[in-house]
């Protein structure tokens, strides 16, 4: 799968995006920390560990996560806007897609 098939297929639902063992621990954990923080245990890290991650990759992982998190709520919670420089073009899914697409953990 090319790096933009890649994108798409993340985008729109990363549960069944085709990636290596690796990079699914990597996704459910991101996914886990994400939705319900106070969920994640030792068993995520540990799987984590178990796919080859050392601790400062998984480190790198969560503070990467939380970040992102950060960020994304900041702007959501000030109404920020994308710029208009961002069009349709630039989007790895249009706008309909994005809001049509499988979010994890949402029962869809």
Known sequence: MGSADLARAL???PTTAEVDA???????????????PSSVSAAD??????????DAAILDVCQVV???NY?????DGLGVEL?????ETSMVLSRAD???????????
């Open 11 to 13: 985008a729109q639902d």
């Open 71 to 75: 960020v994304n709520r900041l702007a």
């Open 22 to 36: 690796a990079d699914r621990a990597m996704l459910d954990y991101a996914a886990k920390l994400t939705q319900s």
């Open 45 to 54: 890290v540990d799987a984590l560990r178990s796919n080859g991650f050392t």
């Open 83 to 87: 710029e208009e420089e961002w069009d």
């Open 98 to 108: 994005f809001e049509a697409r499988h979010v994890v953990g949402d029962g869809g």
């Open 66 to 68: 939380a970040y992102y």
